[in-house]
């Protein structure tokens, strides 16, 4: 009885499988740093704008 065939048959399946899990996963961490990366990004712009207000002698409080 030769079982040669039935692993590697076992193991694309098993890999397949495997490799469905890992990208689901990475898409779930993905999406959730997705926020992270906006609020980042907002967060440097406020930071830019408040530098270039300093550069020009601006005050937080003038409009």
């Not at 898409?27 to 980042?40: I, K």
């Amino acid at each position: 009885m030769d079982l040669g065939g039935f692993n590697w048959s076992l193991l694309t399946i098993v890999g397949a499988i495997v490799l469905a899990i890992v990208i689901a996963w990475a898409a779930l961490r993905n999406r959730s740093s997705r926020r992270d990366v906006e609020r980042s990004e907002r967060a440097t712009h406020r930071l830019y704008e408040e530098e270039e207000r300093a550069h020009r002698g601006e005050s937080d409080n003038v409009p």
